[in-house]
């Protein structure tokens, strides 16, 4: 971002190129001041503006299209330079060149997780990152909070301060999520909340955020595997078989690691006897449960004035007779 090759001729030419697509404003010349003559030209391209600084303080603002150096033309750089354009001594001032462009697809994400308040879970530690846009609103406020003395100021240094600012204000758009559940379906209301918090910040400092994006948010490792068993839990319907399907696949996986044979067979054995051992427990159990239902069915059916023997003297015994009245035997 130079001037012309044939400034001397044209007595300056100013205009801004960026190939990168990355600066949001810089100071033509890069080096110095730029001297403006009568008939200079400063070449504003669509969107784009230029801020002439001199002394230090802002003395115009021009949009886009080009600007040929009168005095008719730069009333307030006339007044504050106390100089009448035509003399051979030039004009000495700063030229700021800011792009309009819309820069997008700047990412940030979470350095640390944030904590947040999920409901039956409690405190739980979350991480996220995502996109979002960015544009300058107002250049004059962009040139006196954020340049500072600098030659230019690229996306990448707002990135970084943008990127601050979502994570400080990150857990307050939380609390939109009540349930660890709801995180996947809340995200664009989230995303929504920290674009309103974002561009609240931003807005002393001439710039905004456009389009936030929240790609992912995700608990621990610890929690995701722990909602992992609990629906798979759900699916299997039975803690017991869950287990052993678990313990099954732990077997496959020391195999897959490269266990010694005689280890994986002794895991293979200890869990096929605890597989035989639940079933023959269950089968026992219920065996006994049929032979004292069978017990009681019979005894249910047993009518009054059944006989039976008496186990002294053989007599028959009704159903309602507790002792034998032959003997006296107790039945």
């Avoid at 001037?3 to 030419?13: A, D, K, L």
């Avoid at 030039?90 to 309009?100: A, H, V, Y």
């Avoid at 809340?186 to 955020?209: I, M, P, T």
């Avoid at 159990?285 to 009518?303: M, Q």
Wanted: charged content about 20%; proline content about 5%.
């Amino acid at each position: 971002m130079t001037p012309n090759s044939q400034s001397t001729f044209f007595r300056g030419i100013y205009e801004f190129e960026d190939p990168s697509g990355t600066l949001i404003a810089a100071k033509s010349p890069p080096g110095g001041s730029a001297d403006l003559f009568d008939g200079s030209a400063i070449v504003v391209k669509p969107n784009q503006c230029a801020i002439l600084i001199y002394k230090g303080e802002i003395a115009d603002i021009m949009p886009a299209g080009t600007h040929i150096v009168k005095t008719e033309n730069f009333p307030v750089v006339t007044r504050l330079a106390n100089w009448k354009f035509g003399m051979e001594s030039p004009l000495r001032c700063e030229i700021w060149f800011f792009s309009g462009n819309v820069f997008t697809a700047r990412r940030w994400g979470t350095t640390q997780p944030v904590i947040a308040n999920l409901g039956s879970l409690g405190p739980t530690p979350l991480r996220a990152y995502g996109n979002f846009n960015l544009v300058v609103t107002d250049p004059k406020k962009v040139y006196l909070n954020l340049i500072g003395s600098r030659t230019s100021f690229d996306v990448t240094d707002l990135e970084d301060f943008v990127q601050g600012q979502i994570l400080e204000l990150f857990p307050e758009a939380l609390t939109e999520v009540k349930q660890i559940e709801d995180l996947g379906v809340r995200q664009d209301d989230v995303s929504k909340k920290v674009e309103l918090l974002l561009n609240r910040e931003l807005s002393s400092f001439g710039v905004q955020a456009q389009k936030i994006q929240i790609l992912s948010i995700l608990p621990p490792a610890e929690v995701v595997q722990a909602l992992d068993a609990r629906v798979a839990m759900k699916v299997i319907g039975n803690q017991k078989e869950y287990l052993l399907y678990k313990a099954a696949n732990s077997l496959d996986a020391v195999h897959d690691n490269g266990s010694n044979e005689s280890m994986h067979m002794m895991l293979g054995l200890m869990l096929g006897k605890g597989l035989m051992g639940a079933d023959f427990r269950e089968k026992e159990g219920l065996t006994s449960g049929d032979a004292k239902s069978a017990s009681s069915n019979e005894r249910a059916l047993a009518l009054p004035g059944t006989a039976e023997k008496c186990v002294g003297c053989h007599a028959d015994l009704q159903a309602d007779q507790k002792f034998c009245p032959n003997c006296g035997q107790k039945r």
